[in-house]
């Protein structure tokens, strides 16, 4: 019903930046939170940075003021700026989104993952 495609990861130096990409489509009627999610070798997943319809953003404490997150509503899209990244970072990062659906029906969709590795 939903899918999400997201692009834009790699290998990056410390310091550099990377900007990942999610797109959202599908029978989506309204979208309620779009967000970021990353997962390190035997780590949880855990939350980077959410977005919420109301424009509301919520940051890791660790990223905050060096990752951005945004949306495209026209695309269905929400892009993570990574600024300063760190080899802490490195991670397998997952979009998710909150929708409600043209039947009416509430749905969380997590996308296929992106790896991101900050490395010398």
């Known amino acids: 019903q939903v899918q999400l495609v997201e692009s834009g990861g790699g290998l990056v130096q410390p310091g550099g930046s990377l900007r990942l990409s999610c797109a959202a489509s599908g029978s989506i009627f309204s979208v309620l939170v779009m967000g970021w999610y990353r997962q390190a070798p035997e780590k949880e997943r855990a939350l980077v940075a959410e977005?919420?319809?109301?424009?509301?953003?919520n940051y890791a404490d660790s990223v905050k003021g060096r990752f951005t997150i945004s949306r495209d509503n026209a695309k269905n899209t929400v892009y993570l700026q990574m600024n300063s990244l760190k080899p802490e970072d490195t991670a397998v990062y997952y979009c998710?989104?909150?929708?409600?659906?043209?039947?009416?029906?509430?749905?969380?969709?997590w996308g296929q993952g992106t790896l991101v590795t900050v490395s010398p």
């Open positions: 998710k989104i909150q929708v409600i659906t043209t039947t009416l029906r509430y749905l969380e969709v």
């Open positions: 977005l919420t319809s109301g424009d509301m953003t």
